[in-house]
Structures are given as C-alpha cells and as structure tokens.
C-alpha cells in the first residue's frame, strides 16, 4: 500500500503563518483530511474535504492540494495551536486507511 | 451529544487475547463506517481495522491481519475489536473513530470526525 510523508517537526513564531504538507500518490484522487493532537488527549479533525472546518475550528485552519501534496496552513498561529499534525486519506486500491508520520508544531 | 467511548484494555501476556469495545451515542451508528486507530507510546498514528456501515467490508493493516477481527453490532451501537496472538508492539493506545466517505467531482475524500479518548492495551510478561 502507499504512505503519507509529513516532515516531523516545523516552527512557526507567534501570530506568523506556517505550512504543513503532506505527500502521497494517493492524494492524487482522495483529498487528505487533518487532524490535530494535543499530549494525552485524542486526535481532533480540523480540516476535510477540499477545505472544509467541522464547527468549532477556528478560521486560521485552511487546507488545499496540488498534484500528490496537501497542505494545512495556519494563518496567525497561536500558542495554542502548538500540537502533533496528522494527514490523512485512503490507499487508491481504497482497502487501507493511511496516516501521515506526524509533524510537531511548535510556536515560538 | 454525539460521542465514542472505548473500553476493555489492560495488561495482557504476549500471545493471549482481548476483546476491546466502543459504544456510540447520540448518532445513527449504522449509517456510519467505524475504524480502529492506535498510537504506540511515544509514536504516531496507525490505523488498524475498518467496517462498513453494514460489516460487508472489512479491512485490516498488514500488522495485525490474521490477528485481529473488526465486528459491531449495529442494535447495541457498539464497535468491537477481537484481538488474538497479541506482541509486545501492540501496546498501544486504541481509539475507535467514525468514518465518513465520499466523491465530490471525481475527487474523493475519506475522513473521521468523531473520535473516543482511547483505551490503553499493554503487551508484557
């Protein structure tokens, strides 16, 4: 099956805007969708679909895709935006589920 | 509200068994397809197991195939995973999640947006 790739750690300083991507053959046909990880507590989805936002997630949150690369960008990122990103989408054969390795986010 | 919550983890020797569950309220369960997904100590995330809506279609990672079997039951609301010949390296936190799926223009999108708080499982002698 194939595999999301995810750069493990980027930066961003306070109020800044940073980029996450996430590369995958399968992205050419499945949007990804993202999900955001604070310690101890339980994955939460903050974008799917072409670039949607379940209630609750604020704005600065978008996401886009070109080609096999999807994107989360987080536009005045906070303090509390400091967590684990996950992408997300389906094998293209659609028998496996795949996550991304993960990209810490740290605001500086 | 909509909620999943797991249970039936703990503390299992290599090689025996256990059974985890995940109950789900405040939603239609049957209308939804339901994953397991696990995160080792210290690790990302990984999915295990998927279920259609009806349990027609099942899928499982190429670590736990053979070893592992998704079910639910759709009157109870509840989600199970049976989990046999267990390894040191499934010591895991395991969620269960609620999966939607989709094609919007040719394009689609698979993606789960209901989570439970996860029930911890450990593999040891």
């Known amino acids: 099956s194939s595999e999301l790739t995810q750069d493990p750690a980027v930066s961003v300083a306070l109020g800044q805007t940073v980029r996450i991507t996430c590369q995958g053959d399968s992205l050419r046909s499945y949007y990804a969708s993202w999900y955001q990880q604070k310690p101890g507590q339980a994955p939460v989805l903050v974008i799917y679909g072409k670039n949607n936002r379940p209630s609750g997630i604020p704005d600065r949150f978008s996401g886009s895709s070109s080609g096999k690369t999807a994107s989360l960008t987080i536009t005045g990122a906070q303090a509390e935006d400091e967590a684990d990103y996950y992408c997300?989408?389906?094998?293209?054969?659609?028998?496996?589920?795949?996550f991304g390795g993960g990209t810490k986010l740290t605001v500086l | 509200q909509v909620q999943l919550v797991e249970s039936g983890g703990g503390l299992v020797k290599p090689g025996g068994s256990l059974r985890l569950s995940c109950a789900g309220s405040?939603?239609?369960?049957?209308?939804?397809?339901m994953n397991w997904i696990r995160q080792a100590p210290g690790k990302g995330l990984e999915w295990v197991s998927y279920i259609s809506s009806r349990a027609s279609t099942r899928y499982y990672a190429d670590s736990v195939k053979g070893r592992f079997t998704i079910s639910r039951d759709n009157a109870k609301n509840s989600l199970y995973l049976q989990m046999n010949s267990l390894r040191a390296e499934d010591t895991a936190v395991y969620y269960c999640?609620?999966?939607?799926?989709?094609?919007?223009?040719?394009?689609?999108?698979?993606?789960?947006?209901?989570w439970g708080k996860g029930t911890t499982v450990t593999v040891s002698s």
């Open positions: 997300n989408s389906r094998d293209s054969s659609a028998n496996h589920v795949l």
């Open positions: 405040g939603f239609t369960f049957s209308d939804y397809y």
């Open positions: 999640a609620r999966g939607v799926s989709g094609v919007v223009i040719m394009y689609y999108y698979y993606y789960m947006d209901v």
